[in-house]
């Protein structure tokens, strides 16, 4: 195999990777809001008055360990509206997981 042949490989294995973790680490992500907004339904915060502390909302930067993908989690689903945040830092659900599959059509 020539050596330009090598480098073309070598480069589309290496967006291949670079592809394949951005997609892993948008799994994760998926499913760690999943988790939040069963934790969210299972606390019963469905309103601010209700609202309830979320300890792994923050990230902890000299945590060890396995990457904790909740934090991210937080805040795509508060940028997102389907959940809230009050002035005091607790968060509560705005649109139920099973609103938005009905609407979405799964």
Do not use: H
Request: charged share 20%; proline share 3%; hydrophobic share 45%.
């Amino acid at each position: 195999m020539s050596e330009t042949t090598q480098i073309i490989v070598g480069i589309v294995l290496l967006i291949g990777v670079y592809i394949l973790t951005q997609m892993v680490a948008g799994w994760r992500i998926r499913r760690a809001a999943r988790a939040v907004m069963q934790d969210l339904e299972n606390k019963k915060a469905l309103d601010p008055n209700s609202a309830v502390e979320l300890p792994y909302a923050k990230s902890n930067f000299f945590k060890i360990g396995l990457r904790d993908f909740r934090p991210k989690a937080v805040e795509a689903l508060r940028q997102g509206g389907m959940i809230g945040q009050t002035v005091a830092g607790r968060f509560y659900v705005i649109k139920r997981m099973q609103e938005q599959n009905t609407n979405s059509g799964v």
